[in-house]
Nanobody, 129 residues
Framework: QVQLVESGGGSVQAGGSLRLSCAFSGFTYGDYYMGWFRQAPGKEREGVACIASDGTTKYASSVEGRFTISQDRAENTLYLQMSSLKPEDTALYYC???????????????????????WGQGTQVTVSS
């Protein structure tokens, strides 16, 4: 049974940093790609970053250079290091996972929420100005 549990959210002032964690179980990371998403009230869910089986990463232009997605395979944990936070980063943040299909290369990951099957419950990030 696949499980994803996020933690690390909180309140921070603009310019500050937070690190989100996503503890995962029930699958072997090498067979999956994973992503971080966020959803602010009244807005659609946005793909923030994703990481492929081989460690290749992709970022939304709004966070490139400020956020870093990474993984600790020994600890089965996905991270999102967020720096230079802005009030517009305020949202509920989710991690998600999807088994890589036989047609996907090991460097493939997606920032589209419709591509993901497994989701965590979310962790709130609030950035004040």
């Amino acid at each position: 049974q696949v499980q994803l549990v996020e933690s690390g959210g909180g309140s921070v002032q603009a310019g500050g940093s937070l690190r989100l964690s996503c503890a995962f179980s029930g699958f072997t990371y090498g067979d999956y790609y994973m992503g971080w998403f966020r959803q602010a009230p009244g807005k659609e869910r946005e793909g923030v970053a994703c990481i492929a089986s081989d460690g290749t990463t992709k970022y939304a232009s709004s966070v490139e250079g400020r956020f870093t997605i990474s993984q600790d395979r020994a600890e089965n944990t996905l991270y999102l290091q967020m720096s230079s936070l802005k009030p517009e980063d305020t949202a509920l943040y989710y991690c998600a996972a999807r088994r890589r299909s036989p047609y996907n290369s090991i460097w493939y990951c997606s920032r589209s929420s419709s591509d993901y099957v497994y989701w965590g419950q979310g962790t709130q990030v609030t950035v004040s100005s």
